[in-house]
């Protein structure tokens, strides 16, 4: 079964330094990986997709997430952070044989922290 | 706004009482998801409908049921409420069923039970 693993539930950054939000998968499949952020009170929104195109993926608002199948990886950065992006952020696979679906597994969740 | 409407945002209720969900898709959205986002359960998914047919279902409780009416509306309903029935549900729509097709979500209904 898939699975993801959001390594820290927490991480705080001084604004202009770099992020790093982990996430390991687990799945017997080429996954689809997905990483979505919630701002306080807000729905979710998508920041960016893997579909097994590009290994280096670019999202929205700077972010990019780079799939690394020996690692089961799927790290998401941002070179300079900023206020703006302190939300939740989520790293989500889809489920194996769901593509029928749309069936997405949720890792647990990472709040980021942004510091002036 | 995302263009998936959730009603209402808040809700307060009792243990032991029915509430309904009701949720919007984006317009030309034929599918709708529902979600539950409780603080030890994560994000869980609890079932899906495709132009008013079920098409999965995830952890959705036996209290709790959703349904898709011809105007494309999705409402869950969950009755005999407990305690740990307080999350936040989310509605996510998409154009069809499949991840491929990308889906949106929508702000969400927080649900508190008391």
């Known amino acids: 079964a898939q699975s993801v693993t959001q390594l820290d539930s927490h991480v705080s950054v001084s604004e202009g330094t770099p992020v790093l939000l982990r996430c390991n998968y687990s799945?017997?499949?080429?996954?689809?990986l997905f990483w979505y952020v919630q701002h306080p009170n807000k729905g979710l929104q998508l920041l960016l997709k893997?579909?097994?195109?590009?290994?280096l993926v670019k999202g929205i608002n700077g972010f990019e997430a780079e799939f690394k199948k020996s690692e089961t990886s799927f790290h998401l950065t941002k070179p300079s952070a900023h206020m703006s992006d302190a939300a939740e952020y989520f790293c989500?696979?889809?489920?194996?044989?769901?593509?029928?679906?749309?069936?997405?597994?949720f890792g647990q969740g990472t709040t980021l922290q942004v510091k002036p | 706004d995302s263009g998936v409407t959730q009603t209402p945002k808040h809700l307060i209720t009792a243990t032991g009482q029915r509430v309904t969900l009701r949720c919007s898709p984006r317009?030309?959205?034929?599918?709708v998801y529902w979600y539950q986002q409780s603080l030890d359960q994560g994000l869980q998914f609890l079932i899906q409908?495709?132009?008013?047919?079920?098409?999965a279902k995830g952890n959705i409780l036996e209290r709790f049921s959703a349904q898709q009416f011809p105007d494309l509306h999705s409402e869950l309903n969950l009755s005999s409420l407990e305690l740990g029935d307080s999350a936040l549900y989310f509605c996510?729509?998409?154009?069809?069923?499949?991840?491929?097709?990308?889906?949106?979500f929508g702000s969400g209904t927080r649900l508190t039970v008391v």
């Open positions: 996510a729509s998409s154009v069809a069923w499949g991840w491929d097709y990308g889906y949106t």
């Open positions: 989500v696979v889809s489920e194996e044989g769901s593509s029928n679906t749309g069936k997405l597994i």
């Open positions: 893997y579909t097994s195109a590009a290994t």
């Open positions: 409908y495709y132009n008013g047919e079920e098409r």
């Open positions: 317009s030309g959205d034929l599918s």
């Open positions: 799945s017997s499949y080429s996954p689809s």
